[in-house]
Antibody, heavy 125, light 111 residues
Framework: EVQLVQSGAEVKKPGESLKISCKGSGYSFTTYWIGWVRQMPGKGLEWMGIIYPGDSSDTRYSPSFQGQVTMSADKSISTAYLQWSSLKASDTAMYYC?????????????????WGQGTLVTVSS | QSVLTQTPSVSGAPGQRVTISCTGSSSNIGAGYDVHWYQQLPGTAPKLLIYGNNNRPSGVPDRFSGSKSGTSASLAITGLQAEDEADYYCQSYDSSLNDSLFGGGTKLTVL
């Protein structure tokens, strides 16, 4: 069974750094792209970017999120990460990781087929 | 304002048929990029409902169907059930923005 399990909720102050995680199981973690999706409180879904765990240097960021966050992955422990170097109050949101359905040759035009349960990040002074 | 425009809300009585539209442009849906649909039940993660315009993943009831024409796509739900009450999102790629996009979402209320 394919599963993506995300790390727990975080409460941070503005200016702090943060790294949240997404552990995949039940499939070949290195051959499927992992994406991140933001959902601000009461708002819709926003596509942030995707990373290929088989080659962590292969990333595709949404222009809206380029430079604002960093995606990475550790294939030895089947885990993808999303990190911030300096959080802002506007980063308060639920963050979902999801698996791109097409293995290896996936593109940003492809759909996500499995989703994590979400990680709630709250940034407040 | 989302590049992919969805009606904010729709409603229907149990057993009825409803459609949810997703209107794009010549740089996304009209350029031939696939449209995908997700269902988000209250307080849960999104779930894939339709992929590649009109394909259902295993386990999704055939009450759900997708279609695409020109610069728009639609999700149809027949035999509406109380459990269908959720937010629905379309997704496609935009070549001008070089970005994958979600529509603004449509809240379905089952009366």
């Amino acid at each position: 069974e394919v599963q993506l399990v995300q790390s727990g909720a975080e409460v941070k102050k503005p200016g702090e750094s943060l790294k949240i995680s997404c552990k995949g199981s039940g499939y070949s973690f290195t051959t499927y792209w992992i994406g991140w999706v933001r959902q601000m409180p009461g708002k819709g879904l926003e596509w942030m970017g995707i990373i290929y765990p088989g080659d962590s240097s292969d990333t595709r960021y949404s222009p809206s999120f380029q430079g604002q966050v960093t995606m990475s992955a550790d294939k030895s422990i089947s885990t993808a990460y999303l990190q911030w170097s300096s959080l802002k109050a506007s980063d308060t949101a639920m963050y979902y990781c999801a698996r791109l359905s097409r293995a290896e040759t996936g593109t940003p035009a492809d759909n996500f087929d499995y989703w994590g349960q979400g990680t709630l990040v709250t940034v407040s002074s | 304002q989302s590049v992919l425009t969805q009606t904010p809300s729709v409603s229907g009585a149990p057993g009825q048929r409803v459609t949810i539209s997703c209107t794009g442009s010549s740089s996304n849906i009209g350029a031939g990029y696939d449209v995908h649909w997700y269902q988000q039940l209250p307080g849960t993660a999104p779930k894939l409902l339709i992929y590649g315009n009109n394909n259902r993943p295993s386990g999704v009831p055939d009450r759900f169907s997708g279609s695409k024409s020109g610069t728009s796509a639609s999700l149809a739900i027949t035999g509406l059930q109380a459990e269908d009450e959720a937010d629905y999102y379309c997704q496609s790629y935009d070549s001008s923005l070089n970005d994958s996009l979600f529509g603004g979402g449509t809240k379905l209320t089952v009366l």
